[in-house]
């Protein structure tokens, strides 16, 4: 049967489905469409001998020649079913789609057309919005495919990437979108909170198990049951709690501080650092079999610097979300010097840019001068150290040759009798979380 005519078990197949979808040829020349095709992403527009990648993308030319996998090609490459995420155009505007391609076999066991089917994900969203995860940038699309992927599993994730890149959000994210969506979702942030007082956030305790537990407490563990447990920071977890974490992975029970009864307890867990676990490891900061048990899907986080075309999205979607009626948008000469700025904090410094131009603006419109030091980066000395030094000075100083431990808390000295902000803003502009922060500075 010639390729251009599909054969009525293929349209059968077509109208059978109630997501969009289009029967292809070789040459992503659209043959057939359902109805929710027609509705959804179409709109009514004449679909005779165009292309998927016209509608889908408005490209003049496939989606491997424009920057982006295609799926079909892999498919008639391989002859199995195929899937990937793409950003499509849709009534609702640019969207995150999970596209699924199909080939549809002839007597001779040959690809006559392929099935296309498109499924729309609210993992994240390619526009503007006030909630949850945004982005359109390649590398973004990359990190959400394998979200979209792990997310229905049972799997252990472990989140790595710098300060500031959002891993609690896509955390959240894979938990939305798993089959524990309507169970909790516990965070716990590992640093900041001695030992003893860890443990029993974590485990709970008895009555009387220690001065001042007056009654008996669950923990978060106890709280994650059937949800799922992010546990953020685990590299700055002791070598004593690590036992007591790689126990509870191992045989899913726990004991509360004081208590000799051992629970039983299911949960989902992932994980993130900022630092290098596989470094930690071989120094025996962090225990070999906890490793391999937390890391059994590792996620790289790509940082801001890595996904610039994102920055005037992020900021349209942050200056949403913040407080205030007034409505702020980004000049064009401050969105390019907000691209030109490396963001060492990433998109944390960047919410936090905004919220000081924010202030600082008489108007809707944000403009360059309300963005010291990042627009205008010879204005101010930047606390991450990347903005010209003054007369070839130092911020701060140290006596010869000495330790990097000496040396950061001379540094946390300098900083806290020069830092014009609060706490809070210090430990952003650091790119640490505040009870990190302030766990530094009871050492000083």
């Known amino acids: 049967m010639p390729p251009n005519h599909p054969s009525p078990k293929a349209l059968s197949l077509l109208d059978s489905l109630h997501d969009p979808a289009i029967l292809l040829d070789i040459d ?35 989606c491997d020649q424009s920057g982006e996998c295609c799926p079909l090609q892999i498919s008639a490459a391989t002859g199995h079913r195929e899937r990937m995420l793409h950003i499509h155009q849709s009534v609702r ?3 995150f789609v999970d596209v699924e391609i199909r080939p549809i076999l002839d007597k001779k066991g040959e690809p006559a057309c392929f099935l296309e089917i498109l499924r729309p994900t609210l993992i994240a969203s390619a526009e503007p919005n006030p909630i949850g995860l945004v982005g359109a940038a390649p590398p973004f699309n990359a990190l959400l495919e394998l979200v979209q992927r792990v997310a229905p599993e049972q799997t252990s994730v472990l989140l790595l990437g710098e300060s500031g890149v959002g891993k609690e959000l896509i955390a959240r994210a894979i938990h939305e979108a798993s089959k524990r969506v309507k169970m909790p979702f516990v965070p716990v942030e590992c640093s900041g909170l001695a030992e003893n007082l860890f443990e029993s956030e974590l485990f709970g305790h008895k009555k009387g198990a220690f001065t001042g537990a007056q009654f008996e407490k669950p923990g978060l563990v106890e709280a994650a049951h059937e949800g799922t447990l992010f546990l953020d920071e685990i590299g700055e977890v002791t070598p004593q709690i690590q036992v007591k974490l790689l126990r509870l992975l191992e045989t899913q ?64 979607s942050l200056l949403q979300r913040m407080a205030g009626t007034d409505q702020h948008t980004l000049s064009q000469e401050a969105l390019k010097g907000l691209e030109r700025y490396p963001f060492p904090g990433n998109i944390r410094e960047l919410q936090n840019s905004l919220e000081r131009a924010r202030i600082l603006a008489n108007g809707p419109l944000l403009l360059p001068e309300h963005f010291p030091g990042i627009c205008h980066p010879a204005q101010s000395a ?24 000496e040396v950061e808390k001379a540094y946390l000295r300098h900083l806290l009798a020069t830092f014009p902000g609060k706490r809070e803003a210090l430990a952003h502009q650091l790119g640490v979380s505040l009870r990190t922060l302030v766990r530094k500075i009871r050492d000083i």
């Open 93 to 95: 505007g640019r969207e």
């Open 382 to 405: 930047s606390v991450s150290g990347l903005a010209a030094k003054e007369e070839n000075s130092i911020p701060f100083q140290v006596e010869g040759i000495t330790t990097l431990a």
């Open 28 to 62: 992503y020349r659209i043959l057939a469409a359902n109805e929710a095709y027609q509705e959804d992403v179409a709109v009514g527009r004449p679909l005779t001998n165009l292309h998927c990648y016209e509608v889908s993308h408005d490209y003049d030319r496939p």
């Open 253 to 316: 029970t726990y004991r509360r501080v004081g208590d000799t009864e051992s629970r039983y307890v299911d949960f989902r867990l992932i994980c993130a650092t900022n630092r290098n676990l596989i470094e930690q490891v071989e120094k025996g900061l962090f225990r070999e079999d906890l490793y391999y048990r937390i890391s059994a899907f590792p996620l790289q986080l790509p940082s801001l610097r890595q996904r610039k075309e994102d920055i005037g999205l992020l900021a349209q």
